[in-house]
């Protein structure tokens, strides 16, 4: 919500998987992209696993940066989960779609987990820059109409005034 009035900043979710001393962690921020330069912003006791400037030219290079943060922390990164660009449209009804890409790094080598983080970027501008369709929907509110819950009684159910009291 903080950043929903931003429109010229693309926002994404990307989560992560680590291991540390025999257990797993998970983490998730708000990918962002702002002048062709990726960055986050996140909650972390770790100042470093948190906000991230808009300063890395791809997406590899963002999350390489953090990659190695959390390696100077002792974790190991094993999954990384990516979504696509959340909308700007805060009564949107399309679903935040929190796991596009999901890459195990067990399973990657190194440049195959940079070309899927770049296929993934990819993807974003492209449904960026097309646009997805028409506007997604949004939930129509107007101001003479109450919600079905608190509406009028039905017609044969209605009391005058005196009656209610």
Known sequence: YLTN????????????KTHFSGNYFRHIVLGVNFGGRYGAL????????MYKAPVFRTLSELIFDFEEAYRRCWHTLKKVKLGHCVSHDPHSVEQIEW??????????????????????????RLKIGKGTGPPSPTKDR???????QRGQASPHRRNSRGDRR
């Not at 900043?9 to 992560?16: A, E, G, K, T, V």
């Not at 996140?42 to 696993?49: A, D, N, T, V």
């Open 42 to 49: 996140g909650i972390s006791r770790r100042e470093e696993l």
């Open 5 to 16: 009035n931003m429109t010229t900043l693309d926002r994404f979710p990307i989560s992560f």
């Open 142 to 148: 107007k101001k003479d109409v109450s919600s079905p």
């Open 99 to 124: 796991k596009r890409s999901v890459l195990d790094l067990d399973k990657l080598t190194r440049e195959d987990f940079r070309k899927e983080l770049e296929r993934h970027a990819r993807d974003m």
